[in-house]
């Protein structure tokens, strides 16, 4: 049977791999606006965030599970439908800031979860938990602030285009 923490960790990793994905996407369809300058910055920590994973699940076994890793890159792609940014609602946009709000705060509590058990792994002695917490805040607070900006655009717009339309 395989270590629980180890299926943990390639969990997260799946789902690291998801983030950066996405955040190519954002980052590309965006590129001259703020929320994609945001996306570049921001995948430059998550790829940091994902190598410390990768580094500590290294120590308990392989760090590839070729179901997860194609599910998430399958999930990537079904999700450039949506995030275009000529859909003229910004749902797409709005949703994927979502994924990724709730993505970081699933890491935030990886993080404490590691930091509990750090004890009981010598080689996650060397690993700042505190510093990679609140980074994670960091970033959701960050991606948080996008995501209200899009739902306001959004759902104001989607409200005026509705009443617009009646007769």
């Known amino acids: 049977m395989k270590d629980p923490l180890a299926i943990y960790l390639h969990d997260h990793l799946a789902g690291a791999t998801w983030a950066l994905d996405l955040l190519d996407r954002i980052r590309k369809n965006f590129a001259d606006e703020d929320v994609g300058r945001f996306a570049a910055r921001l995948r430059e920590e998550i790829a940091a965030d994902k190598e410390t994973l990768h580094s500590l699940a290294t120590q308990l076994g392989p760090t590839s599970d070729v ?8 999930s990537e792609k079904v999700s450039r ?5 000529d859909d003229g609602t910004g749902l797409g946009l ?7 709000v709730l993505g970081i705060h699933g890491k935030l509590s990886l993080w ?5 058990v750090a004890d009981r792994y010598p080689h996650f002695a060397l690993v700042d938990f505190d510093s990679l917490r609140n980074r994670a805040q960091q970033q959701e607070q960050g991606v948080e602030r996008f995501r209200l900006i899009a739902a306001r655009e959004v759902f104001t717009n989607s409200h005026l285009r509705a009443n ?3 007769p």
């Open 67 to 74: 179901l997860k890793d194609s599910a998430a890159w399958l």
């Open 81 to 85: 439908i949506k995030l275009s940014h």
């Open 94 to 100: 709005f949703e994927a800031l979502e994924f990724l």
């Open 112 to 116: 404490m979860a590691l930091a509990e």
């Open 164 to 166: 617009n339309s009646q």
